[in-house]
């Protein structure tokens, strides 16, 4: 029997944009579910980070038969964590491979996360995407590297040593241009080192921590408009880019371009419409992943509207008006970039303080 695409989510791939899933469990892949978004919903990539991993192993009994046996091969339990993800993640490019192939590899990608206790340290970043890009041997696997100071420099040096990144805990049209600096220049550099200048990346800027973040500055009127704003300003900087010379330049050469990725688009606020952000940020060229929730939600009724205007829309004439009202963009994203890497650091001591539980446990 043919599978029926749902009309809804297929909109988003008519427009141009990939729907990925931000979500991933063992229990998605063994009882079929990612396979069914794949066949179904036009699910064409998969993201997870440390929370979401937290969520998976900390609560799921289908890690207990693997943290068992990696803890007889004597893995602590870093270690096991990240044998635990790969093996995951793996299962999940396999099912994602036919897509990669399909689109050259523009789509069909999954992505893991180094360390967050590296977030402030691009040596030891450097390294940790390597090996897990090595320990991973998967075309389309993205390391996801956060997009701090320190992470730019070593999301410049891995895209220089052949890793695929996704670049994570973008908040700003300012943090996405220093990302995107940070990977052309690596292009550039392996064109004048004679390598293959085809290294894939990813730009991940969060959404809906912005109306989060500013709830409780602003009147009720501002609510969940912030974020979208922001978006839109950086969605322009993003066909700009696209537009210049230099960028032309490395796509004449062979460079892929480094895609926008839109994050944290799953409604926080009660009040609002469950696909808001999805529905919002419906643009070609670029990916969306969304939680689990959220894909059920706009599979079941959520609407594709006008594409985001190329020229940033009405963006600044509401970032103006978050501006009288004395919200400090600039200021409110390098809060939002430190509050998101101090999430992920709490996730992932709660991650492995869980493993070693469950260590405990089958001993």
């Not at 029926?4 to 079929?32: A, C, F, K, Y």
């Amino acid at each position: 029997m043919k599978t029926r695409l749902n009309p809804h989510t297929r909109q988003l791939h008519e427009l141009g944009q990939s729907l990925w899933v931000d979500n991933i469990s063992r229990e998605m892949l063994e009882m079929g579910t990612l396979a069914r978004y794949i066949a179904e919903f036009s699910v064409t990539g998969l993201t997870s980070n440390p929370t979401i991993f937290e969520h998976a192993i900390g609560h799921d009994r289908w890690y207990d038969e693997g943290i068992a046996r990696l803890m007889r091969e004597g893995k602590n339990a870093e270690a096991t964590f990240f044998a635990l993800a790969l093996e995951d993640l793996k299962a999940a490019a396999s099912l994602f491979r036919p897509i990669y192939d399909a689109t050259d590899g523009i789509d069909g990608w999954v992505s893991l996360e180094v360390s967050p206790l590296l977030v402030n340290d691009a040596a030891q970043t450097i390294q940790a995407a390597a090996q897990l890009h090595e320990a991973a041997n998967r075309p389309n696997l993205f390391i996801k590297i956060p997009g701090t100071v320190a992470g730019t420099e070593a999301i410049e040096e891995s895209i220089f040593n052949g890793v695929h990144v996704n670049v994570t805990l973008l908040f700003s049209r300012e943090h996405y241009l220093a990302a995107a600096e940070a990977y052309m220049r690596g292009i550039e550099r392996r064109i004048e080192a004679g390598l293959d200048p085809n290294v894939t990346s990813v730009a991940s800027l969060f959404v809906s921590r912005w109306d989060v973040g500013v709830k409780q500055e602003v009147a009720p009127t501002f609510h969940n408009r912030l974020g979208i704003a922001i978006a839109m300003r950086t969605y322009k900087a993003y066909r700009e880019l696209l537009a210049s010379p230099r960028w032309r330049k490395l796509a004449h050469a062979g460079a892929r371009p480094q895609r926008l990725l839109w994050a944290s688009t799953g409604t926080k606020d009660p009040a609002a419409p469950d696909t808001l952000y999805v529905q919002a940020l419906g643009a070609p060229d670029t990916i969306n992943t969304i939680p689990e929730k959220t894909l059920q939600a706009f599979a079941d009724h959520g609407q594709v509207g006008t594409a985001l205007p190329a020229d940033g829309g009405y963006a600044e004439t509401v970032l103006e008006e978050f501006r009288r009202e004395g919200v400090d963009c600039e200021a409110l994203a390098a809060r939002l970039q430190r509050e998101g890497a101090d999430a992920f650091a709490t996730s992932w001591h709660a991650l492995l303080a869980r493993i070693e539980e469950k260590r405990e446990k089958l001993a």
